[in-house]
């Protein structure tokens, strides 16, 4: 079982690749796989989670913590490092299992052989603390300087988020600033820890709060440093810079060590539940821990009502927003796993209810219509103007905000998943009933009628396939809408009949009584567009078969630049057929109980080959599906793509000229619904937990673990069948 990342070799070309690759994180924020000499030139970043700011006149997105990793070295008075000459060896490493990133760099400065070594984590045991241990070998007497500390000149996309700098030196060293927006608190603590007598003095500028320790070293000798880190800010303390100070000042080498076990026990702890082992393909066995991997450092499993923004905590990318991705990529990962997570994410959307209903408000409608970039509280960061054209520079106007109106089904889609698995009243009670009759009002008042056909239509929307917009009749859309509505409406009922004077009151708090009659009578009266008789086709929406019916790679030689956006009104993509993501074949892989083989097997083969997946959102999709039509080894190469996204790091980094790299949790999350969901057939019925296994030819056998009802279970799967057992 591989579980240790590595590259060997320098390769400085790859500083920004290898910040997402090798990033360690808690859920409370993220650190870059940069290494300890690089700054913001190479986004070296320290990401906070649901710390949000805005500069004026530029988009509003989550705070980068000063960077307290910032070291470097000097020997003999000479700079040493990447940064200034290429090291005669390197490597980057990467423990999945523990969360802990190595780094190697040898230098030769005249006779002297010099090594530097360094490790770090982001404690999975006690979210504020940074953990470094930071080494140097040399192999001719001399003398050495470390430099380490506090490099508050940080990497923004939209920035500078931060101000008034206040920098306290000693024993510890202190920077604490505040946000442009609400003046909110980031402060950033170090103690420094060596065995080795030294010499140590401190020097500080605008943004830079350093420690210099000086060595006298003897040939063959190795010096040591071990760095205690806390990071607080406002979104969770009144006093940050008070609780940073506190709990650094008592602070010992020997709570180091312990903080280094507590952190690798809970990590222990999580693989030992949440491990899969495929046998027979070691890529594929270690693309998917690695993806599980990335999906476990970003959950937010020290509070409730934060969620996991769509780049993870890899970055300031896509203004740190949470999108659909959560609900319906992430969170079956951890329904399967960690259901009372998965019940904290869903908080989050409950406690944006008042966002989601002032979006409605705002757009004429009623209801709630949630944020399609949701930053605290809900708030919608959706600029109406999201992509520059490459050519005449000026912002495109797109319609993600107002008119990609399925955001609200997919949140009431995760509810009922959450609902079904785990049969928690509770969490529908507390807001998630409220929350699903409000999405369901949402769709009442958005819906058209057309009389002579005597059914409802939703137009002018914008489906998963961002290429196509103000659409009518998405069929995506429209299917979970209508879904909303009867969910509503289904788990109105099934409360009532537990809870009928809870239910009562909440229906009479919202008025609701004439509502949930138009339910009844207007859900089954929506106009979802069906196979067709004679093709067995859905038409992704209304006059889609009409476009140019072309191929993405006959699109890539019309483009005039690289990064223009093939959406749009101009886009190369806009009268095409050729789409984004996985829409219709989305539609069909949620929905699949309501299609006949032949119905799944016709539209996966007609739309296959018009996506260009241009989002890391449509391969898993068109895995899954492919396993649901017996079609094991073209769903293989999906599996892969999904799983190793973050890996080779082949995946779009620009819409128009913005920025959108980073890590990507939805496709770790797909890896795993491909793996297990999909070649591994696992469902959950009324009968209880069922695995119909259809793994890839090279697969020999994969195991793995899920948690049900208050049981684990341990599932094997091969080609003669499935094993399950309690454990």
């Given at each position: 079982m591989q579980h240790i990342l590595t590259e060997d070799g320098f390769q400085p070309e790859a500083a920004v690749h290898f910040g997402n690759k090798f990033l360690v994180a808690n859920g409370y924020l993220g650190v870059r796989g940069t290494l300890e000499e690089y700054t913001?030139?190479?986004?070296?970043?320290?990401?906070?989670?649901?710390?949000?700011?805005?500069?004026?006149?530029?988009?509003?997105?989550?705070?980068?913590?000063?960077?307290?990793?910032?070291?470097?070295?000097?020997?003999?008075?000479q700079l040493v490092s990447v940064k200034t000459q290429v090291p005669v060896a390197h490597s980057q490493s990467l423990d999945l299992y523990t969360a802990i990133h190595q780094r190697r760099s040898e230098f030769a400065v005249k006779n002297n052989h010099i090594t530097i070594e360094a490790k770090r984590t982001a404690s999975a045991?006690?979210?504020?603390?940074?953990?470094?241990?930071?080494?140097?070998?040399?192999?001719?007497?001399?003398?050495?300087?470390?430099?380490?500390?506090?490099?508050?000149?940080?990497?923004?996309?939209?920035?500078?988020?931060?101000?008034?700098?206040?920098?306290?030196?000693?024993?510890?060293?202190?920077?604490t600033a505040a946000t442009q927006e609400s003046g909110q608190q980031v402060s950033v603590g170090e103690k420094v820890f060596s065995e080795t007598p030294h010499e140590e003095y401190f020097t500080v500028d605008q943004k830079h709060l350093l420690r210099h320790l000086s060595f006298k070293l003897d040939a063959g000798e190795t010096v040591k440093i071990s760095k205690l880190i806390k990071i607080y800010h406002c979104g969770e303390q009144q006093n940050p810079q008070r609780a940073c100070r506190e709990s650094l000042v008592t602070a010992t080498a020997k709570d180091i060590q312990q903080a280094w076990e507590a952190h690798k026990k809970v990590w222990q702890a999580r693989w030992a539940l949440t491990d899969v082992e495929i046998a027979g393909d070691e890529a594929a066995d270690f693309a998917l821990r690695y993806s599980l991997y990335q999906l476990q450092i970003i959950a937010p499993h020290h509070c409730s009502g934060l969620s996991i923004p769509a780049r993870g905590l890899s970055g300031q990318t896509y203004k740190g927003a949470v999108f659909w991705d959560t609900e319906m990529f992430m969170m079956p990962f951890f329904l399967h796993h960690d259901?009372?997570?998965?019940?904290?994410?869903?908080?989050?959307?409950?406690?944006?209810?008042?966002?989601?209903?002032?979006?409605?408000?705002?757009?004429?409608?009623?209801?709630?219509?949630?944020?399609?970039?949701?930053?605290?509280?809900?708030?919608?960061?959706?600029?109406?103007y999201n992509v520059v054209d490459v050519f005449t520079k000026r912002p495109q106007r797109t319609y993600f905000k107002d008119k990609q109106i399925h955001i609200s089904g997919d949140?009431?889609?995760?509810?009922?998943?959450?609902?079904?698995?785990?049969?928690?009243?509770?969490?529908?009670?507390?807001?998630?009933?409220?929350?699903?009759?409000?999405?369901?009002?949402?769709?009442?008042?958005?819906?058209?009628?057309?009389?002579?056909?005597?059914?409802?239509?939703?137009?002018?929307?914008?489906?998963?396939?961002?290429?196509?917009?103000?659409?009518?009749?998405?069929?995506?859309?429209?299917?979970?809408?209508?879904?909303t509505m009867t969910t509503a409406l289904q788990l109105t009922e099934e409360l009532r009949s537990r809870h009928p004077e809870v239910v009562t009151e909440l229906l009479e708090k919202l008025t609701f009584s004439e509502d949930l009659a138009a339910l009844k009578i207007m859900a089954p009266k929506i106009f979802v567009p069906k196979p067709a008789a004679s093709t067995g086709l859905i038409e992704q929406f209304d006059g889609y078969f009409k476009l140019e019916d072309t191929l993405p790679k006959i699109l890539k030689q019309r483009l005039l630049d690289p990064k223009e956006y093939w959406g749009g009104a101009y886009g190369v993509a806009s009268d095409t057929q050729v789409i984004k993501q996985a829409d219709v074949i989305m539609l069909q892989y949620l929905f699949s109980n309501e299609?006949?083989?032949?119905?799944?097997?016709?539209?996966?083969?007609?739309?296959?080959?018009?996506?260009?997946?241009?989002?890391?959102?449509?391969?898993?999709?068109?895995?899954?599906?492919?396993?649901?039509?017996?079609?094991?080894?073209?769903?293989?190469?999906?599996?892969?793509?999904?799983?190793e996204v973050d890996l080779t790091g082949e995946s779009k980094s620009f819409a128009g000229d913005l920025y959108i790299g980073g890590t990507h949790p939805a496709a770790n999350g797909g890896a795993w619904m491909v793996a297990v969901l999909g070649f591994c057939g696992l469902k959950i019925t009324k009968n209880g937990i069922q695995s119909q296994p259809r793994l890839p030819q090279k697969w020999r056998q994969v195991s793995f673990k899920i948690c049900y009802q208050g049981q684990t279970y341990q599932i094997n799967c091969s080609h003669e069948g499935s094993q399950m057992t309690i454990i």
């Open positions: 913001k030139e190479e986004l070296a970043a320290i990401n906070l989670a649901g710390l949000y700011d805005q500069v004026p006149d530029k988009w509003r997105e989550p705070v980068n913590a000063p960077n307290p990793f910032f070291t470097f070295i000097r020997v003999a008075q045991a006690e979210v504020h603390t940074l953990l470094l241990d930071y080494q140097v070998t040399v192999t001719e007497k001399t003398t050495l300087e470390i430099v380490t500390g506090i490099d508050g000149d940080i990497w923004d996309i939209n920035g500078p988020h931060l101000q008034d700098y206040q920098m306290e030196s000693g024993q510890i060293l202190q920077l259901s009372e997570l998965v019940r904290n994410l869903l908080q989050y959307r409950i406690d944006s209810l008042t966002e989601a209903r002032k979006k409605a408000a705002s757009y004429g409608y009623r209801g709630a219509f949630f944020a399609w970039e949701s930053q605290e509280g809900g708030f919608d960061a959706t600029s109406d949140i009431v889609y995760a509810l009922k998943q959450y609902f079904q698995y785990t049969g928690d009243d509770q969490l529908l009670l507390a807001g998630g009933l409220e929350l699903a009759l409000e999405a369901a009002r949402f769709y009442l008042s958005y819906l058209y009628y057309k009389p002579e056909k005597d059914h409802y239509e939703l137009i002018d929307v914008l489906g998963p396939d961002e290429y196509h917009e103000r659409v009518y009749n998405n069929a995506y859309t429209s299917k979970i809408a209508q879904f299609y006949t083989q032949e119905e799944l097997t016709k539209n996966w083969q007609y739309y296959e080959p018009r996506t260009e997946h241009g989002s890391s959102l449509s391969a898993c999709i068109y895995g899954l599906t492919a396993c649901l039509i017996g079609k094991e080894e073209w769903a293989y190469d999906y599996f892969m793509k999904t799983a």
